[in-house]
């Protein structure tokens, strides 16, 4: 219990759904014996994590296209709970971090080069902070050798669930809707750019749109993950209700539960850091600060 207590006390809930506590003991309950299934036979325990996946494309939201300060903290944060369980149970844990950028990037305007990039910079910054209980999946490594357009292609054929069964579960209400209209809000901000010169109507009916092939795409890596870490304890960025397969996990001080590293920027003050989006940022009159030419993070 002492190990899903520790994941736990960083849990992203959703508004309403159902969690009880500051340690929620329903979905405690729920991810116990796969701990102890761990533990008993002595194995570490793992954890993956479909997250990290591209910069936003809106420079409104972010510093740029590469990783910064706000996913080393991240990644930091990450390490040090996984050494935390260490002490707790000393063959530790590990964290997969299961980069989603490839699955739907080019939903968002990402091109693919971005997303090599991102994913390049996020295993160095890994291996320079030490981070020693992480490591990156993409889908490169399910498809190696198939173009990138082949690989998207193929995971939607082998593991994604049809629009219309999507649109069912989103007109039940609860959880999917929740989902559908956080997603669909990130669509709207990302694509709304300096770059966009259509109407906000337009651009609201494309993103409603777009919002569903993004989560079809998402249900079809994160199943492909499940059959592929069948033993792993399932982590989520997402807001998640109370007792189910996922924990949703807060990566950072933030007043959004929605909020990413890479839809932000970090923000030191106060003697701390938390995510804003670039724009809020500047306009509180935080200050960029450079590190070897590059802006990765802001102080307030």
Known sequence: MEVIREVLAHQR????????GRICLRCAR??????RSAMENGRRIDFVLPAFP??????AKVLGPLPDLAEELALRFLNELCERIGDIYPPGAAITICSDGRVFNDLLGVSDENVTAYAHELDRMIGEIGAGHL????????????GHEEMRTMLSGAWAPSLDELRAEV???????AMYRGITRFMLEDLSGPDYTGTRSALQRRCRDLAYRVIQRS?????????????AIRLSIHPQPCSTEKIGILLGDT?????????????????????????????????AVFVGGRATHYVL
Do not use: I
Not at 261 to 280: C, I, N, Q
């Open 30 to 35: 729920h991810h116990l014996d796969t701990v």
């Open 171 to 177: 007109r039940a209400g609860g959880a999917p809707l």
């Open 13 to 20: 809930r959703m508004r309403d759904g159902g969690c009880t």
């Open 135 to 146: 490591e990156q999946f993409t889908l490169d490594d399910v498809y190696s050798g198939a």
């Open 255 to 287: 007043p959004d539960a929605w909020l990413t590293p890479w839809h932000s920027v970090a923000v030191e003050r106060d003697g701390g850091y938390t995510l804003m989006k670039r724009a809020e940022a500047e306009r509180a009159g935080a200050r």
């Open 219 to 231: 249900r079809a890596w994160g199943d492909l993950l499940g059959r592929l870490f069948p033993s």
């Open 54 to 59: 591209t910069k936003s494309p809106n420079p």
